[in-house]
């Protein structure tokens, strides 16, 4: 059984870039078969996807916030990350990584989330 | 982008009763890509539904989903003390991918 496990700073600083990586275990980023992306939930909001990349590198991103993101993969580590540069107070959020079936655009598994909080 | 609208906001219902939430979206979901997700609070969401209408691995069969085109209907058949949280609708047939804003189930 895949998990999937979310790690990075609590606190940003407004301008700053919040940096988040996300460890799969129970299964390989690199036997294919899926994508690997992020998923963020404001306050008390709704869900917003991020992104998502595949083992080979290939990525997509949300159009609202693909000039300030990046994601990336590490097969060595089995992990993949999250960059957001030039973060304000609205990208205060719960971050969470799940993993996608490359057949169907839906996520299937999901860390537990974690709070990122932007605020000098 | 495609805007998904849930409704109601909060639904009011008793244990064994039947559930009935929607999804309308604000065009066309090609190839009835639409999916449906649970949240307990303090926990990420569940994949309950995807393709509109097949259930997730583990997902017991009193969900259902129903639906094309614009309209998409997610039904709970008897509904059991632990289904009395948040449900959300998600559109994958185009970028960026978009959820609803979700519908709150209550216990009347």
């Known amino acids: 059984q895949v998990e999937l496990q979310e790690s990075g700073p609590g606190l940003v600083k407004p301008s700053q870039t919040l940096s988040l990586t996300c460890t799969v275990s129970?299964?390989?980023?690199?036997?294919?078969?899926?994508?690997w992306g992020w998923i963020r939930q404001h306050p008390g909001k709704g869900l917003e996807w991020v992104a998502h990349i595949y083992y080979t590198g290939s990525t997509n991103y949300n159009p609202s916030l693909k000039s300030r993101v990046a994601i990336s993969v590490d097969t060595s580590q089995n992990q993949f990350s999250l960059r957001l540069t030039s973060v304000t107070p609205a990208d205060t959020a719960v971050y969470y990584c799940?993993?996608?079936?490359?057949?169907?655009?839906?996520?299937?598994?999901w860390g537990q989330g974690t709070l990122v909080t932007v605020s000098s | 982008e495609i805007v998904l609208t849930q409704s109601p906001g909060t639904l009011s219902l008793s244990p064994g009763e039947r559930a009935t939430l929607s999804c309308r979206a604000s065009?066309?979901?090609?190839?009835?890509?639409l999916a449906w997700y649970q949240q307990k609070p303090g926990q990420a969401p569940r994949l309950l539904m995807y393709?509109?209408?097949s259930r997730a691995t583990g997902i017991p069969d009193r969900f259902s989903g129903s639906g094309s085109g614009t309209d998409f209907t997610l039904t709970i058949s008897r509904l059991e003390p632990e289904d009395f949280v948040v449900y959300y609708c998600?559109?994958?047939?185009?970028?960026?991918?978009?959820f609803g804003q979700g519908t709150k189930l209550e216990v009347k």
């Open positions: 998600q559109q994958y047939g185009s970028s960026p991918y978009t």
């Open positions: 799940a993993r996608l079936p490359i057949t169907y655009i839906v996520f299937d598994s």
């Open positions: 065009q066309s979901v090609s190839s009835r890509s």
């Open positions: 393709g509109a209408s």
């Open positions: 129970g299964d390989s980023i690199s036997s294919g078969g899926y994508y």
